[in-house]
Structure formats: C-alpha cells, structure tokens
C-alpha cells in the first residue's frame, strides 16, 4: 500500500529524475556504477525526504541531497561502498533513462568533465543545465559571488583538459 507521503516523492522524483542522471553521468563511468549510484541517491533523497519544508524549490533541494550524495560517496578510498537499504527501490517505479555512450563529442565531454574536481563537475552541470549563479550558490552552500568565481575556474579547467585531448 502507498502512502500519500511515497505518491508524492514518486510524482516529483519521475518529475525530476534527469536531475539524479545527469549527477549519475558525471560521477561515475560506465552504466553499472551509474545505476547503482541513481540507486542510492534515490535512498537518500527518500530517507531525506520528510525533512523537504518546501522552502526551496524540490529541485534545488534535490541537487543538494544527489550532489552530496555522489560526493560523498566518491570521497572514500573504496568508490563502490553503495548502502543497502529495506526500501525497494523497484517499488518506486522509476525509469532508467539510456544514453547513447557512441557519441564521441559527448564521450569526450563528459570523460573530460569524470577529470574534474567534485565541485568543479557540479558547477559544470549546473552550467549546462542553465541554472542561475543564485541557485547555484544555493545549491552548493556557497555566496552567489562565491559560485561565480568557481565556475570560471571550473570552465577554464575544463577548456584545458578539453584542449589537451
């Protein structure tokens, strides 16, 4: 039986679940890792969830909670040390989205951003993702300012190892 409080995680994870892939993408490397990685950002955007006070929008919360996850996680010495959880994640209905890995332009780009500092992959997404200098402060715990300033160190890293390839 599901309750209101999974209906509504389900409604605006399946809403917002490009956000999860995209950070999938950048963190990891081949489909297995990201599937296990969306696994567990789910897990804890779910545990997290009862704390969403609406505040902020669900998904600049959503970013913070995948962000952290995937950072944190990629931090230890051992990168695939995934929770296990009593959650199913099967009973949340969510669609893995495939992406086509052929593209070499893509394939270059996302290898080059794999080759960036955790915060600086999270700026370089947020970038293509076209959000604000705000959110992405927001997002990350950092001044407006602050965010700006990072993401031209971020781009220009990323030209380098682009350039260098």
Known sequence: MTTNLEKTFIHFLKENQRIVHKICRIYTDNLQDHEDLFQEITIQLWKSFPGFKGEAKFS????????????????????????????????????????????????????????????????????????????????????????RVKMNRAKNNLKLKLSTK
């Open 60 to 147: 600049t919360w959503m970013y913070r909670v995948a962000l952290n996850t995937a950072i944190t996680l990629f931090k230890k010495p051992k990168k695939k040390d995934f929770q296990h959880s009593d959650i199913d994640i099967s009973t949340l209905k969510i669609e893995y989205e495939t992406y086509e890995y052929d593209e070499y332009k893509i394939k270059r780009m996302y290898k080059a951003i794999y080759e960036l500092s955790d915060i600086e992959k999270a700026l370089i997404m947020m970038y293509l993702e076209d959000k604000p200098y705000r959110e992405i402060g927001e997002i990350l715990g950092i001044t407006e300012g602050n965010a």
